[in-house]
Nanobody
Framework: QVQLVESGGGLVQPGGSLRLSCAASGVIGSFNVMGWYRQAPGKERELVAT???????NYADSVKGRFTISRDNAKNMVALQMNSLNAEDTAIYYC?????????WGQGTQVTVSS
């Protein structure tokens, strides 16, 4: 059974940084895509950043230049370095992985940006 476990969320002041990590277990081989989505209160879940197994990243416009995604295929891990955080980044962040034809989600980790 595939499991994705996130870590690294928390409370940070505006302008601060956080690093999220996600570790996958229960899978043989690597995922086609790994990445992050987020859901703010009262809003739909949205893509934040994803990366294919060959290292091609994709970012939401709202986080370009501030967030950096990275992954370790051998360890089936993905990370998200978040800099210059602002209140609009407050959300539950979900790790996401695709190993065709299946999609997997983590339980989510809360990120709160507040002074």
């Amino acid at each position: 059974q595939v499991q994705l476990v996130e870590s690294g969320g928390g409370l940070v002041q505006p302008g601060g940084s956080l690093r999220l990590s996600c570790a996958a277990s229960g899978v043989i081989g690597s995922f086609n895509v790994m990445g992050w989505y987020r859901q703010a209160p009262g809003k739909e879940r949205e893509l934040v950043a994803t990366m294919t197994s060959d290292g091609s990243p994709n970012y939401a416009d709202s986080v370009k230049g501030r967030f950096t995604i990275s992954r370790d295929n051998a360890k089936n891990m993905v990370a998200l370095q978040m800099n210059s955080l602002n209140a609009e980044d407050t959300a539950i962040y979900y790790c996401h992985a695709i190993r065709l034809p299946f999609r997997y989600w983590g339980q989510g980790t809360q990120v709160t940006v507040s002074s």
